[in-house]
Every structure is written in C-alpha cells, then in structure tokens.
C-alpha cells in the first residue's frame, strides 16, 4: 500500500448514460459543462478509459464488486431480456449478497458511506444500506425515474419534493447536506457514492434551459429534427418493426439542457466541499454507466468521433469520460491515455484509502492509483461480455482490448472485427483480414477469458423465424425470462 496520509474523503460520481464526448473537455461544443471542464483542467482526464458494459445494470455491479460483469453474473441491465436469431442468456436479477462492495470495505477502514441517487441492481432487500451504506438516498429498484424529473416522483427512499422540483438539484441538495454534515467531524474520513439518474431518458429539463438551448441551435441554424438518420431494422424481436435511428451531431435542445443542468448542481457541490474546508482533502473520480444514447429512444446525443453509443459494443457504448481531481496528489492539468475500466475502482479507492487490498473480492480490478500520481500504469487487457440484445440497435458480442487494438466477436454469426484505435477512434476500418496474427491473439485471449470465468453464450433461437412471422409470441425485452437461480448465494 502507498501511504497517502491523511486518508483522503471521496466523492465517485456516477452519471447514467452520459457519452464520451458529452462534456466540453471531451470535445463537445454544443453542450455547455464548464464546472466539469474546470475540474478536469485542475486535475486528471483520461482519454481511454471505460465502463464495464454498455448498459447499465452490470457496469454499477462492476463498479462496486472491482469484478467484470460476466465475473459477478449481472450481464444484462435489469430486468432486461429479449430474442432475435439467438435465444435470452440468464443472469442475476439483483447484486448477489455474497458480494462485498467497496462501500462495505471502506466503511470496515473507517470510513462513513453514503449512496445517493441512482442503485437499480435489485429490490428492498438488495438496497445500498444491505451492501455497506450508512446512508441511502433515493437509492432503489427504479433504473430511471418512473414519473419523471419533475416532482411528485414517487421514491419510496426519499421524501416527496414540492411539485416542479427537479430531481437532479433535489439529489445535489441531499449531497451537499450530507457533506455539510461530515464536516462537522473532519477526523473521520467519508465516500459518497452519488448516482445522477441524469441523463438517462425521460429526456426532461427546467423550461428556461431548454429555450437557451433552443435559441442556441437556431442561432447555430441547427434543426435537431435533420439531425437523424433512419437506418436498418432493430435485430431483437420486440423492436422488429421499428428502425435504428442515429442523431448524426449534438443538437437536441432539452438533453443539452439536463447536460448544462448537470453541470451546474456539480458546481454547487464542489463549492460546498471548498466553503466547508473539504476540497483540499477529498479525491473526485468521475465517470459514466455506459455511452450516450445515440441509436434510440429519440436518439438525444451523438458520440462522434467515436462509433455508435450505449447498448454497443463499439467505444461509444463504452468509452466514457473519466475525470479525477485531488488537490496536491494529482497534478493539474494532465491527461493520460492510460486504459482502465470499471472493476478497476474498487482496488483504487481502497489504495487511495491506505485500506487493505481485498484481492480475492476485486479479482477483475486493478488500482489505478499510479496513473493518478502521474506514474506509469499499464492494467493490461480489458474486457466486455454482453451476450444479449440491446435495445439501441446492437446483438449479442464480446470483446477486448490489448494496448492500440481491439477485438470484437458477434455471437449471430461468429464475424469478427479488429481496429487499431490509436489511429481509428471511429472503429472504421476492420483489420481482421489485414492483420490475422493480431486477430489470433486477441481472439485466443478472448476465449481463453470466457472459458476462464464460465461466460454464458446464446444459444440459437429455433423459433426465430415463426416470432419474426408473428406466428409465435415472442420476448417483449423485459423480464419474461428468468434470472440465474441461487442470485442470494
């Protein structure tokens, strides 16, 4: 263990949904997020770093256990489920009790713990305060809110706000009173786990950000509307009617404004850890579930340069904003294109924390505590297993990544794609033909992994073509199959 004494409070900040190039420090220049983008310029930005999965269910899993998704056995978000050419994949419908959450760890160090906002990894007997969590706020089942942004909300684990309070300022308001709170006993460190349910749809914000925004586009003679492209038909079932829709640029009023409104509650937090003598001491890690929603459900953001977005297994469904910040640890203004991935949280906050190491919890992880120190750090590969039908438009793949390349396998058909993405961010140009040694490698280190943990794979689907027919019922996407048994094991 590294001794960085005093041990540091820290804040992880987990946004849903939010795209690679969401932020004006990862290259957006319609969305406005300069709070992120002061943070990011006072401390470190990593430009290759990454969720465990490009839904959200298993990369929140990932995070809290330090094990990839497949390892843990939450594969898919939850309760989803659905068939195309290949049949549904079991998984665990909630976080296994036999996991030990960083959270937990950190509060066996020491540490008081809090969850707010956003938990979605099982019912009231797998909420935050059953995983190691002093404190759970609006933490539940719900994988987005249900009555939307604007209260009533309807949280069985947060009190009701006035009519019209907006969820995002009312999450940022609990924060920063628990922060106020822990001031009051500054020899006891604390992490917060704060999990914005921004920005995943409803797509809703405050009615004069939305109108900034619109204005913003017109100025710009942008039309949102001309920014989507209809493509191919949805390869999963329930969706076979219905057609990928890709937003070709960032240009939609209303998400712009929950990106801004976002930014905005950030500011306000971090202005409460400096005015209550807290900043100087307290470790900032941020980051998002998975890539923006791009293909889908009114398509509300663009992630280029990079491919695609959330639901694929190209980098814009997993390729997130990584941001840390540390006052007198971190050197400002830096960046790295260090790889790391979600497992990798749990081994560092507990170095960080001067904790002892939990190796036989966090088995996928890996502490990035020397790439946040400006030291040499080098995980090695990292790896995705998503073998079920997204509702954004992709089929069931895994993949990895070594260094400069990255590998993809698609169950469907057994097709595979290698990129070089130190000179092909978009994962345009396949090298699977031009480069077989490479192929070979990372394919054989693929399945070496799979085999390793026991990853399920689809199997085919032999009524594929009476459910294309409508001449069977098929899966609707959303529970009809069961979970893996034994989840409380």
Known sequence: MTSL?????????????????????????????????????????????????????????????????ATVGITNYIPGN????????????????????????????????????KWH??????????FGFDTNVAGQDWGAPKQGYFAPYGLDTMSEGPDGEYLTDR??????????????????????????????????????????????????GIDPDADLAEGERFPC??????????RTRQSHPT???MVENLDTNLGRLFDALKRNGQWDNTLILFTSDNGGLSTAEGSPTCNAPLCEGKGWMYDGGVREPWIAHWPKRIAPGTTTDAVITSPDLFPTLLEAADAEPMPDQHVDGKSFLPALLGQPFDRGPVFWHYPHYSNQGDTP????????????????????ELYDLANDIGEDRNLADTMPDVRDRLHAQLQAWRDEIGAKIPDVNPDYDAMLAGNQPSPDGHGKFPPIPGSDH
Not at 91 to 117: D, I, K, M, N
């Open 255 to 257: 998400y712009a404004a």
């Open 82 to 117: 659905a068939w195309g050419k290949l049949m549904g994949v079991p998984y665990f419908h909630e976080l296994p009790q036999s996991e030990t959450t960083v959270a937990a760890a950190l509060r066996h160090a020491g540490y008081t713990t809090a969850h707010v906002g």
């Open 5 to 69: 004494a005093p041990r540091p409070n820290i804040l992880f900040i987990l946004i849903d949904d939010m795209g690679y190039a969401d932020l004006g420090c990862y290259g957006s220049s319609f969305y406005e997020t300069p709070n992120l983008d002061r943070l990011a310029a006072a401390g470190l930005r990593f430009t290759d770093g990454y969720a465990a999965c490009p839904v959200c269910s298993p990369t929140r899993a990932s995070l809290l256990t330090g094990k990839y998704p």
């Open 171 to 220: 999450l940022t308001d609990e924060t920063i009173q628990l922060v106020d709170g822990y001031a009051q006993s500054p020899d006891t460190p604390w992490f917060v786990n704060l999990c914005h349910y921004a920005v995943h749809t409803p797509i809703q914000a405050p009615a004069d950000l939305v109108a900034k925004y619109e204005k913003k586009a017109a100025d710009l």
């Open 397 to 416: 793949a895994c993949s990895v990544r070594d260094g400069r390349y990255k590998l993809i396998e698609w169950f469907e058909d057994g097709r595979i």
């Open 121 to 130: 990894l099982g019912g009231p007997d797998r909420f935050p305060q059953h």
């Open 237 to 246: 079932l329930h969706k076979k009617d219905d057609r990928v829709v890709r």
